[in-house]
T-cell receptor
């Protein structure tokens, strides 16, 4: 398996522009997570999905952020409009829980580094 | 509620010396415990996990971790550090008894191994 795939790896945009980050989870995984990493705040959970359904979006900073998972193999995180304080590395991760309640370790993508000027 | 503490922002060790990266946790039930490593400009990579059984868990790259229930700790160890071990290390916990819960990560500890 190719692992969790994220795109783009780097994005530089100007304040006010729309940003869309993409994620392809590991095939067969039933949970998908979006995290944000900054020096100041560390690793923050933004939202997670189970079987394509959003379960907890309490970590989403504000209404400018939205996430979708239209099918089991694709998710997007959108920021509209973007602001300089959104500059961070955004990680997507997936895991397999299944019916047996596996230990659920996360598998992370390489991240999308966003810079908002 | 579940939480993880990594008390050291940075650990410095000379190559060839043993290393320890500390982690303590808090859960209401029994824990699943994990260590992840992040190299520069990379995602987090799974190193090892404790589920049940032997308190000493062996993982990737020669790392191991010791689960201590009485001290609620899960310290990461390696007998002989390599310069290539320099990275950011995260401890994480999940409460088995909470039904379902996400992993809670510590803030990370930067390990610097000098030649």
């Amino acid at each position: 398996d190719a692992g969790v795939i994220q795109s783009p790896r780097h994005e530089v945009t100007e304040m006010g522009q729309e940003v869309t980050l993409r994620c392809k989870p590991i095939s067969g995984h039933d949970y998908l997570f979006w995290y944000r990493q900054t020096m100041m705040r560390g690793l923050e959970l933004l939202i997670y999905f189970n079987n394509n359904v959003p379960i907890d979006d309490s970590g989403m900073p504000e209404d400018r952020f939205s996430a979708k998972m239209p099918n089991a193999s694709f998710s997007t995180l959108k920021i509209q409009p973007s602001e300089p304080r959104d500059s961070a590395v955004y990680f997507c991760a997936s895991s397999l829980r299944g019916l047996a309640g596996s230990t659920g370790e996360l598998f992370f993508g390489e991240g999308s580094r966003l810079t908002v000027l | 509620a579940q939480s993880v503490a990594q008390p050291e922002d940075q650990v410095n060790v000379a190559e060839g010396n043993p290393l320890t990266v500390k982690c303590t946790y808090s859960v209401s039930g029994n824990p699943y415990l994990f260590w992840y490593v992040q190299y520069p400009n990379r995602g987090l990579q799974f190193l090892l996990k404790y589920i049940t059984g032997d308190n000493l868990v062996k993982g990737s790259y020669g790392f191991e971790a010791e689960f201590n229930k009485s001290q609620t700790s899960f310290h990461l160890k390696k007998p002989s550090a390599l310069v290539s071990d320099s990275a950011l290390y995260f401890c994480a916990v999940r409460d088995i008894n909470s039904g379902y819960s996400t992993l809670t990560f510590g803030k990370g500890t930067m390990l610097l191994v000098s030649p």
